[in-house]
């Protein structure tokens, strides 16, 4: 697995990351089975012998049980902790918490991020995060009480580095202007059925595609300002490789057969060449895979060695986009 500088730290970082997400088994409030920490170990422990040493968490996948099982890992590899970077994000907040009338929401006050931290590094048995994440932009963020609470993690030790998940250009620089920590990874979904971000340099100031394009920037502005760029849901669910959950679009089916035609012309898994989409943008995309099948772990880290011509990802971009280029 080749790696690559996570810019604005010292750290080194696999250039396909782990994804946490299901590991917890159920999002309900039941316990985790034996079979869900096995599950789960065997995820983990794939993900490591491939190379990845980077592994993204949220306070509240499968409601704090992701977290909690990853744990198990420190009883195998005990100095393991060191030798690898965890991220977790923290910021939404469930409905019914914490009374009946609550609904979803997001929360970026001092208390709830400060709370939420405390919860993941007991949850994680660790000491600090590499990295914390505010997960979804609150619309009420104050950023001062942001700041407040990455100066204090800061300075105690307990985080070392931060960033943001789904937040445009604007709000990161609003954010970025009360912070004294560089924001230095900003987590969006991309894949060949979604490619907004990109299609915002393509289709602005054009009469095509027929959805909005708001023109924010915000590839452009991570790459100006040294934020990494980390892919959610890299594989659209499945989609991208033919596996539907339920009936294709037109664009689905074309990128599907496209990705299969090149994944034979090269000898390699499908999900090769969805992940090497990512990979082969010049800024430096970090695909965060979140499958719990050892075998597709595997399958998606060989897009790590996948070259794509310029041709080719023209052509997977422009089906998965579902329209002709402007």
């Known amino acids: ?31 985790m089975t034996d079979q869900t920490k096995r599950d ?18 949220a306070d509240i996948y499968c409601r704090g049980k992701s977290e909690e099982v990853f744990a198990l890992i420190w009883q195998e590899s005990p100095g393991l902790r060191e030798k690898i970077v965890l991220q977790t994000k923290c910021g939404i907040r469930f409905p019914g918490d914490p009374d009946e009338s609550a609904p979803l929401r997001y929360d970026f006050s001092y208390d709830h991020i400060s709370h939420s931290v405390e919860g993941s590094l007991r949850r994680l048995k660790t000491d600090y995060l590499d990295l914390l994440l505010l997960h979804r932009p609150d619309a009420l963020v104050e950023p001062e009480e942001v700041a407040r609470a990455f100066d204090a993690l800061h300075q105690s030790g307990k985080v070392r580095f931060f960033g943001v998940s789904n937040h445009t250009a604007a709000q990161i620089a609003l954010l970025q202007k009360y912070l004294k920590q560089p924001l230095v990874a900003n987590q969006l979904e991309l894949n060949l059925l979604h490619t907004h971000l990109l299609d915002e340099g393509i289709a602005a100031n054009q009469d095509r595609p027929a959805w909005s394009i708001r023109g924010e920037g915000t590839l452009e502005y991570c790459r100006l300002h040294d934020i990494t760029l980390q892919a959610w ?16 679009t037109e ?29 082969r943008h010049p800024a430096r995309i970090q695909p965060i895979v979140g499958t719990t099948r050892p075998d597709r772990i595997q399958a998606a880290c060989e897009g790590d060695a ?14 998965g986009r ?3 280029l402007p």
């Open 1 to 31: 697995m080749k790696t690559q500088p996570l810019v604005n730290t010292p750290l080194e970082v696999s250039r396909i990351a782990y994804g946490c997400m299901q590991i917890g088994g159920s999002w309900d409030r039941s316990l």
């Open 40 to 57: 789960a170990l065997a995820a983990i422990r794939t993900a490591l012998d491939l190379g990845i040493n980077f592994f993204d968490h």
């Open 233 to 248: 849901a890299p594989l659209a669910g499945g989609a991208v490789v033919g596996n539907f959950a339920e009936k294709p």
């Open 251 to 279: 664009a689905a089916t074309k990128v599907a057969a496209l990705v299969a035609d090149l994944a034979r012309e090269k000898n390699v898994s499908r999900e090769a060449i969805a992940i090497a989409w990512l990979l």
């Open 306 to 319: 996948v070259e794509l011509t310029r041709e080719e990802w023209y052509c997977l971009f422009i089906a």
């Open 322 to 324: 579902g329209d002709r």
